[in-house]
């Protein structure tokens, strides 16, 4: 039997592979030309780390330095030792280009379009070879506009396993796709179709799920309530709010009924912008929304509609201090310069924030509807009883904190298996104890290495003959992304981060609480620079090693005891210093893997304002180079977790300050 991977880009791009019952995900992604980040294929080195959000899988063998405990019991996986035993979904680390793939083309007959209402159209469609296009529920797809050389971005209507697709289209007077269909389509048109794209999707889950949908961006809802009475989803409350402007633009309210029987549990509202509406609720579908409807903050809420309409509801969340813990968005504008009159754009505007992504679909292609791409994730029913080996989770669900290990504690080897005899379990000192016999040195004093015992240290002031310290640039606080390439930008402040992946025309993005995601990245990367360690220990020469005591010095001088003298500046160069070993590997695989984290724009969103900083820092980064100086693989273990503990304290700490700050 074989199951089906979808594997999610960073861009926004989703590709399916199938693997077989004994296959790993990562030689099933190779047979089908998706180059996703691989290096030793044995689980040695991390280079594949990835996330499961959805589904079952035996992670396989690999070493602790590659993975730890804590991170496959988080969800991480390593796609080269990972085999499936259900259909699952991967994020993958990189974007599609640098993977050496891309969205599929395929082609398509019209088989049906029609005029639903004033302002929408669906559009009913069947694929030359159906079994080649798989997407997840509330994804979207590029299609071509017959007789232009245009395209525009739809989200399919209908469900994954569906053999017709549909596509509900917001009527745009003079844009391309809307006249189109208005005046020239025809049932046996051709068209291709391109994707399937988007980062908005349903993540499998049993909380409760609030569906919020603006106009035509029902079209993704759509999908997402097929997906889940396909799967006879059970004892989940869900419960829709579908806003329009008019009257005239209501559309599939039998469907939507149709759809209470089939998914226990569910319920819904309409509500009608427009003052003289004949159906019971008038207003904007902020005033339907009831804490009950969020059961204390654990409830998932996916909202797609016209901007305002977006940026209504979030800052509604804000505003009546509601709090949510997984919100997913999506929003898409226009084509052409048409007056929006969406049910929220007389809302006021305001967003809360967690973690976001805006997809930018790299085509030339502009959406012309409103809506058209949140997406989902086929969901499954939990199994009842699972191997110890096997791992289920639920996207989305919190990621527990990853601890220290106690004093003595020795990882057992994954799958049971003895570990390589090359290698021997040693135990992992604790993050708070230091190694036995290990002082570490003063600052400023660090002992010259073994082969250069006779020679006096040199003051750190001092720089090596002929070095020139790499130019530190500040990151700009808000970038502007290129047009017409897909872009990922994580934000954070106060008790929210946010990442936000945009297109031309397409917003996606999901919230999560800021100190957990912060957190995260730090573990991260700590988990990598343990890794590196092993590659670069005693393989720096002394050129190599006074370029990591400048750069580490470089970082320091914006710090002062507990004060940061210019946080920019030092977010910038301390990037530089804890980059420095993973370019000395000659491993771009791993620096890649390294330079995908977001640590430095998790610091720069939050640090800008910051003052305090954990006085450990400074002494840290001159302890870490000595322990390279001296060989002192255990020192420079220990030194990089405290180090990683005091970075996320002072991330904590500016984190609150802005929290306090914001709320005075």
Request: include cysteine.
């Amino acid at each position: 039997m074989s199951y089906s991977v979808a594997l999610a880009f960073e861009d926004g791009v989703t590709r399916f592979v199938n693997c077989g019952p004994m296959e790993t995900v990562a030689d099933a992604s190779y047979k089908a030309r998706i180059n996703i980040p691989l290096d030793c294929r044995d689980g040695a080195c991390g280079t594949c780390k990835s996330l499961c959000e959805s589904g079952e899988f035996d992670g396989g063998d690999y070493i602790d330095d590659a993975l730890t405990e804590d991170e496959a019991a988080a969800g991480y996986c390593l796609p080269c030792q990972m085999v499936p035993r259900s259909d699952l979904v991967v994020q993958i680390p990189t974007t599609s280009d640098v993977a050496k793939t891309a969205a599929a083309a395929h082609p398509a007959t019209v088989t049906a379009v029609e005029r639903l209402a004033e302002g929408a159209f669906a559009l009913s469609v069947e694929l030359d070879d159906r079994d080649a296009l798989a997407f997840l529920p509330g994804q979207y797809v590029n299609i071509s506009v017959p007789g232009t050389d245009q395209t525009r971005s739809y989200s399919f209507s209908t469900g994954a396993d569906s053999r017709h697709l549909s596509f509900l289209i917001k009527y745009a007077s003079g844009g391309a796709m809307s006249e189109y269909l208005a005046q020239r389509c025809a049932v046996g048109d051709r068209l291709e179709l391109t994707g399937p794209m988007g980062s908005f999707f349903l993540r499998e889950s049993s909380r409760p799920l609030l569906l919020l949908a603006g106009g035509t961006g029902l079209a993704p809802v759509l999908s997402i309530l097929e997906t889940l009475a396909a799967a006879r989803t059970a004892d989940r409350p869900v419960h829709l709010i579908y806003g329009t402007s008019f009257d005239t633009d209501v559309v599939y309210t039998d469907l939507l009924d149709e759809f209470t029987t089939r998914i226990p549990g569910m319920t819904w509202d309409l509500v009608v912008a427009d003052p003289a509406t004949t159906h019971p609720n008038s207003g904007y579908v902020t005033g339907l929304i009831r804490p009950e409807h969020l059961h204390d903050g654990t409830t998932d809420i996916y909202l797609c509609g016209p901007p305002p309409m977006v940026e209504a509801v979030r800052g509604f969340l804000d505003d009546e201090g509601l709090q949510v813990t997984h919100f997913y968005y999506e929003k898409f504008t226009p084509a052409t310069a048409v007056p929006d009159q969406s049910a929220e754009s007389t809302a006021e505007s305001a967003e809360p924030r967690e973690e976001t992504a805006l997809v930018v679909d790299t085509s030339p292609s502009t959406p012309e509807t409103e809506p058209a791409a949140p997406a989902a994730a086929t969901t499954a029913p939990a199994a009842p009883h699972r191997p110890a080996r096997i791992i289920s989770r639920g996207p989305g669900d919190p990621v527990p904190a990853i601890e220290a290990r106690p004093v003595g504690y020795t990882p057992p080897a994954p799958g049971g298996h003895t570990a390589p005899g090359t290698r021997t379990a040693e135990p992992v000192a604790n993050i708070a104890a230091r190694p036995v016999g290990f002082t570490p040195p003063t600052p400023g004093g660090h002992a010259a290495p073994a082969d250069r015992a006779t020679e006096s240290p040199a003051p750190i002031a001092a720089r090596p003959v002929g070095y020139v310290p790499p130019q530190v640039t500040l990151a700009p606080r808000s970038p502007a992304p290129p047009a017409g390439t897909t872009t990922t930008v994580s934000l954070a402040g106060g008790n929210r981060s946010e990442t936000i992946t945009s297109a031309p025309g397409v917003v996606s993005g999901e919230v999560h609480p800021a100190i957990r995601h912060s957190d995260a990245q730090f573990d991260a990367r700590m988990a990598l620079e343990l890794g590196v360690i092993e590659l670069t220990m005693g393989r720096l020469d002394g050129a190599r090693l006074a370029e990591f005591r400048m750069l580490a010095e470089s970082a320091n001088q914006y710090i002062e005891g507990d004060r940061f003298l210019d946080p920019g500046r030092f977010t910038a160069a301390n990037a530089q210093f804890h980059e420095f070993l993973f370019r000395c590997t000659g491993n771009d695989s791993l620096l890649q893997a390294y330079r995908m984290l977001e640590v430095t724009q998790v610091m720069n969103s939050v640090l800008p304002d910051a003052r305090w900083v954990s006085k450990d820092i400074v002494p840290e980064h001159l302890e870490i180079v000595a322990a390279f100086e001296t060989g002192d693989r255990d020192a420079a273990r220990y030194l990089i977790r405290r180090h990683s503990e005091h970075a996320k304290a002072t991330m904590r700490t500016a984190l609150d300050q802005k929290a306090v700050e914001a709320a005075s």
